[in-house]
């Protein structure tokens, strides 16, 4: 596998945006370990990232941070690629990219504080996995933002019987974390946890 790395790193300079972020995210999703070629993509990304859509953003940290791979300069224009589009993130997309950066303990404060803008407003269109990413995220930054907290506890609610245990914990724990108080969503969980316990 890692002669495909190798391959695919020898024609890194042809890629376009698109490009960068699928083969990434496929090395990502079969779990292919090949530091050279993350490293070639992530150089060859940031000359490109102004042309990266939200999606190819947040599948490129996403896929550098399942794999360990560090790259700071990358993720800075991430970042700073991210923050004058972040309206068209959807709810994954958002999730997926604060994930990735607090997985890589990489600070960004203003794209955090633009991401709790921008999921704000489309809550209740956050999956189970997408609301514990988020707020697990934000937790494990230290990056407080009672107002997303609190529209997140909202959501929730209605859904907490489609989390899974390890969503159920995150969540929580992110609440507890950050000392967000918010009894109905901890007594949701409890009774949501109680049959799969």
Known sequence: MLVLGELAGQKIEDFEARDISLTLNAFA?????????????????????????SQELANTVNALAKMGHQHSMLFDEVAN????????????????????????????PMLFDEVAKAAIPIIDTFNSLDVANTVNAFAKMDHRHPMLFGEVAKAAIPIIGTFKSQELANTVNAFAKTDHQHPVLFEEVARAAIPII
């Not at 923050?83 to 960004?108: C, W, Y």
């Open 81 to 108: 690629a991210a923050i004058p589009i972040i309206g068209t993130f959807k709810s994954q997309e958002l999730a997926n990219t604060v994930n990735a950066f607090a997985k890589m303990d990489h600070r960004h």
């Open 29 to 53: 999703k079969k779990g292919l370990r090949s530091p050279e070629f993350f490293e070639m993509a992530a150089e060859a990304a940031i000359p490109l990232i102004g042309t990266f859509n």
